[in-house]
């Protein structure tokens, strides 16, 4: 009843915006993966694994676990926050895939020139700045959707002060509510029921959903220059042992998974201890 036409511009360029961006994020995984010269199993039983083939598959899980955690913090943002669809948001996007396409060229240079400090720096370089935008993207993206809830308050309080308690047509506030209510991007949230009005069992469910999307903020932010310091580590490790090239990741992946384990356990016990009370 309240869908508008802007929200299908928004939802379009939301589709389109995402699906871009993990259509790209997947074809530059997919390329790094293409360089890796699989040997012969009859070669690796007589001589082993070469150390080529070792170097060029480490090389690609360094640069596969730093896409793959960026996606994972690009993900969890927009699974809890609506896409605005506004300029600086598509370019803040596109700058992040430019960094994202370097990788390949970054990525083999990285393992044929290994040792080398210059190419170490440049990989490094490219991977801080492609999380720093990604950290731009989703702070940039939290304050705008913080801005909209607060509008959407303020617009409430005036909806209802004024046009359900005088409703009269001609009357100039109602007429500006009203037109500022078509041209928003959810309008139906003004004709919801006021909060305290719910049932306490949907109110504990709102006040949930709330709390785990500030705690989802906080864990990508944490985990994003934890992981820079993981790819650091890993990548001035790269040269000198390969064992502690897959340690240092090996913690790295440990961390992300169990920090995410801790923090909905955590979550869980709270719940269940409101629930006891």
């Known amino acids: 009843?309240?869908?508008?036409?802007?929200?299908?511009?928004?939802?379009?360029?939301?589709?389109?915006?995402?699906?871009?961006?993990?259509?790209?994020?997947?074809?530059?995984?997919?390329?790094?993966a293409l360089s890796i010269t699989f040997p012969g199993l009859s070669d690796v039983l007589d001589k082993g694994?070469?150390?080529n083939f070792i170097n060029h598959l480490t090389g690609y899980l360094i640069s596969f676990l730093t896409l793959g955690v960026l996606w994972y913090m690009h993900m969890l943002h927009?699974?809890?926050?609506?896409?605005?669809?506004?300029?600086?948001?598509?370019?803040?996007?596109?700058?992040?895939l430019f960094f994202i396409t370097l990788f390949q060229p970054i990525t083999t240079s990285l393992i044929t020139h290994r040792g080398d400090r210059l190419n170490q720096l440049a990989y490094l370089t490219v991977s801080f700045l492609m999380y720093v935008v990604n950290?731009?993207?989703?702070?940039?993206?939290?304050?705008?959707?913080?801005?909209?809830?607060?509008?959407?308050?303020?617009?409430?309080?005036l909806y209802h002060d004024y046009v359900l308690h005088d409703p009269e047509e001609k009357n100039p506030q109602a007429m500006e509510i009203a037109r500022y209510v078509s041209q928003m991007q959810k309008p139906e949230i003004l004709l919801a029921k006021r909060f305290e009005r719910l049932p306490a069992e949907y109110q504990d469910i709102i006040q949930d959903h709330k709390e785990e999307r500030q705690l989802t903020?906080?864990?990508?932010?944490?985990?994003?220059?934890?992981?820079?310091?993981?790819?650091?580590?890993a990548v001035d490790m790269f040269p000198y042992s390969i064992p502690g090239t897959y340690l240092v990741l090996l913690f790295g992946l440990l961390v992300l998974v169990m920090s995410r384990?801790?923090?909905?356990?955590?979550?869980?016990e709270i719940i269940d201890d409101e629930e006891t009370e």
């Open 261 to 268: 384990f801790l923090f909905y356990h955590k979550k869980r």
């Open 78 to 96: 927009f699974t809890y926050n609506e896409f605005v669809g506004k300029s600086t948001e598509i370019i803040l996007h596109f700058v992040l």
């Open 217 to 233: 903020y906080r864990y990508t932010v944490v985990m994003t220059w934890v992981f820079i310091v993981i790819v650091n580590v």
């Open 135 to 157: 950290l731009a993207l989703i702070g940039w993206s939290r304050r705008e959707n913080e801005k909209k809830n607060q509008k959407n308050k303020e617009l409430w309080k």
């Open 49 to 51: 694994l070469d150390s």
């Open 1 to 32: 009843m309240f869908h508008t036409e802007h929200d299908d511009i928004l939802q379009k360029r939301q589709d389109r915006t995402i699906a871009f961006f993990d259509a790209i994020l997947a074809i530059a995984i997919t390329i790094m």
